[in-house]
């Protein structure tokens, strides 16, 4: 071993044929279990390899077979929601051994031609495969016939479209009607939406206003309440919206004693104006939050949220990818999939 203290831990399979005493052919085949090899002579290869902590070149790999094993990951302007869906994606792929490649897109409507460039980008590196992230502001209808034209393997994240695209979405209108029957089981008897309900279609709210304020309007409707909306004016930006609601809040008449916000921005907003308005919570109105983000349990009090499965939605893209790419046929449902949320309590409800 002492000969090979130089190599900083970059071993070849020469160097594993050295250890193990057979020969780099006998290596090859063990590795990848292509061809006969004794037990014995499989044990000291792979007992030799994890000695060293020998891992394949994957570029000399993917140069010697002709497939790339790098995959493009087109993305709009990072948060932590979309931080977390890429690198749960990205450790997935690098398990089977493949590379991502990061793009960011606008991040706003573009021209057309500006959308064909990006699209170009995207598979200058000849990749296996593309994810297109959301908040991309790619039509993701143009960008799959572009792929298509291609054979270029590809899944979208929680894109804005709904049908004949292969797609990973998140169920957030199932979500926001679990959070608002269990304020009804809870006994809170007017509950209050706050956020936006419609949108312009290429807006990044559009999609996600409607499933939400959609998800309210069929619990109230089954719990037998009206619906009560507290718009939110987006010219400033979600916390100063929801901050600034708490006035058209209090004007009410009968006041709501919960409400369901759009987005943990918006609930933290809301939240500053109670307590300057001296309201108590939850005694006097639950507060329930979307997206559960980090900052959501340093809110005073708490901040009940909804959680997102980000991990797994990265997780999902990377796997309907890996399985295009291993020639897999696509499930009987075909490869798209809802994943539900997760209704976090805290002390806001």
Same mark, same amino acid.
């Given at each position: 071993?002492?000969?090979?203290?130089?190599?900083?831990?970059?071993?070849?399979?020469?160097?594993?044929?050295?250890?193990?005493?057979?020969?780099?052919?006998?290596?090859?085949?063990?590795?990848?279990?292509?061809?006969?090899?004794?037990?014995?002579?499989?044990?000291?290869?792979?007992?030799?390899?994890?000695?060293?902590?020998?891992?394949?070149?994957?570029?000399?790999?993917?140069?010697?077979?002709?497939?790339?094993?790098?995959?493009?990951?087109?993305?709009?302007?990072?948060?932590?929601?979309?931080?977390?869906?890429?690198?749960?994606?990205?450790?997935?792929?690098?398990?089977?051994?493949?590379?991502?490649?990061?793009?960011?897109?606008?991040?706003?409507?573009?021209?057309?031609?500006?959308?064909?460039?990006?699209?170009?980008?995207?598979?200058?590196?000849?990749?296996?495969?593309?994810?297109?992230?959301?908040?991309?502001?790619?039509?993701?209808?143009?960008?799959?016939?572009?792929?298509?034209?291609?054979?270029?393997?590809?899944?979208?994240?929680?894109?804005?479209?709904?049908?004949?695209?292969?797609?990973?979405?998140?169920?957030?209108?199932?979500?926001?009607?679990?959070?608002?029957?269990?304020?009804?089981?809870?006994?809170?008897?007017?509950?209050?939406?706050?956020?936006?309900?419609?949108?312009?279609?290429?807006?990044?709210?559009?999609?996600?206003?409607?499933?939400?304020?959609?998800?309210?309007?069929?619990?109230?409707?089954?719990?037998?309440?009206?619906?009560?909306?507290?718009?939110?004016?987006?010219?400033?930006?979600?916390?100063?919206?929801?901050?600034?609601?708490? $006035?058209?809040?209090?004007?009410?008449?009968?006041?709501?004693?919960?409400?369901?916000?759009?987005?943990?921005?918006?609930?933290?907003?809301?939240?500053?104006?109670?307590?300057?308005?001296?309201?108590?919570?939850?005694? $006097?109105?639950?507060?329930?939050?979307?997206?559960?983000?980090?900052?959501?349990?340093?809110?005073?009090?708490?901040?009940?949220?909804?959680?997102?499965?980000?991990?797994?939605?990265?997780?999902?893209?990377?796997?309907?990818?890996?399985?295009?790419?291993?020639?897999?046929?696509?499930? $009987?449902?075909?490869?798209?999939?809802?994943?539900?949320?997760?209704?976090?309590?805290?002390?806001?409800?």
């Amino acid at each position: 071993m002492s000969s090979f203290a130089d190599k900083g831990g970059m071993f070849s399979l020469k160097d594993v044929a050295a250890v193990a005493g057979v020969s780099i052919r006998t290596v090859n085949r063990v590795l990848k279990k292509d061809g006969y090899a004794s037990e014995a002579t499989q044990k000291r290869v792979l007992d030799a390899a994890a000695r060293l902590g020998y891992r394949p070149n994957l570029a000399a790999r993917a140069l010697k077979t002709g497939r790339s094993l790098e995959i493009s990951a087109i993305l709009g302007p990072l948060d932590q929601l979309h931080v977390e869906k890429l690198a749960a994606f990205e450790q997935t792929l690098r398990k089977a051994a493949y590379s991502v490649h990061v793009l960011f897109g606008p991040g706003e409507r573009i021209p057309s031609a500006e959308v064909e460039r990006v699209l170009r980008d995207s598979v200058e590196r000849r990749p296996a495969a593309v994810a297109v992230f959301p908040q991309s502001f790619l039509p993701a209808y143009k960008v799959q016939a572009y792929f298509e034209s291609l054979d270029i393997p590809h899944v979208f994240l929680d894109p804005m479209e709904r049908d004949g695209i292969d797609a990973i979405w998140i169920d957030r209108q199932q979500g926001v009607y679990e959070a608002v029957k269990y304020l009804s089981e809870q006994g809170r008897r007017r509950i209050a939406y706050l956020g936006v309900t419609v949108g312009h279609p290429g807006d990044p709210l559009f999609f996600a206003s409607g499933t939400r304020f959609e998800g309210y309007e069929r619990a109230v409707r089954e719990i037998g309440q009206p619906p009560v909306v507290l718009p939110v004016d987006l010219s400033t930006d979600q916390f100063e919206g929801g901050k600034e609601a708490v $006035e058209a809040f209090m004007r009410l008449s009968p006041r709501p004693d919960a409400v369901q916000t759009f987005t943990d921005d918006m609930a933290m907003g809301f939240l500053a104006g109670l307590h300057e308005r001296g309201r108590r919570v939850p005694e $006097e109105v639950s507060v329930v939050g979307f997206n559960d983000c980090h900052y959501a349990r340093l809110a005073w009090p708490p901040l009940s949220s909804i959680a997102q499965p980000l991990k797994e939605v990265g997780e999902a893209a990377a796997r309907v990818l890996l399985a295009k790419l291993n020639g897999e046929p696509p499930p $009987e449902t075909g490869w798209s999939k809802y994943l539900p949320t997760k209704l976090v309590l805290r002390r806001t409800t």
